[in-house]
């Protein structure tokens, strides 16, 4: 069955750092481009990084540049994103989803990810 998988949610004080992991199953990620994305409690889901499956291009959010990257490991079928610098407004459930082939570059609209959903990791920042 194929499917997404996230881990290394967490707690975290103002100004750590976490590393999320989205695992895939049942296909080769190396093919699609992945967005991850997070929703906080009363608001909507926002697209906050994502790697693109045409040249690796990466893109993010204004509130995460210069704090966040994303990475992939084609050889374990993962993609990371690297999250530095936290703040309390960062706290959500963060996901990830799959952009589907042809090569193109990634996009953080949630509506354009319609194949493969993991079910989510909490991150919360606090003090």
């Known amino acids: 069955q194929a499917q997404l998988v996230e881990s290394g949610g967490g707690s975290v004080q103002p100004g750590g750092s976490l590393r999320l992991s989205c695992v895939a199953s049942?296909?080769?990620?190396?093919?699609?481009?992945i967005g991850w994305f997070r929703q906080a409690p009363g608001k909507k889901r926002e697209g906050i990084s994502c790697?693109?499956?045409?040249?690796?291009?990466?893109f993010h959010a204004d509130s995460v540049k210069g704090r966040f990257t994303i990475s992939r490991d084609n050889a374990n079928n993962t993609v990371y994103l690297h999250m530095y610098s936290l703040k309390p407004e960062d706290t959500g459930v963060y996901y990830c989803?799959?952009?589907?082939?042809?090569?193109?570059?990634?996009?953080?609209?949630?509506?354009?990810?319609?194949?493969?959903w993991g079910q989510g990791t909490q991150v919360t920042v606090s003090s």
């Open positions: 989803a799959a952009l589907p082939p042809p090569p193109r570059l990634c996009v953080l609209w949630p509506n354009a990810y319609d194949e493969y």
């Open positions: 049942g296909f080769s990620l190396e093919r699609y481009g």
């Open positions: 790697i693109s499956n045409s040249d690796d291009s990466t």
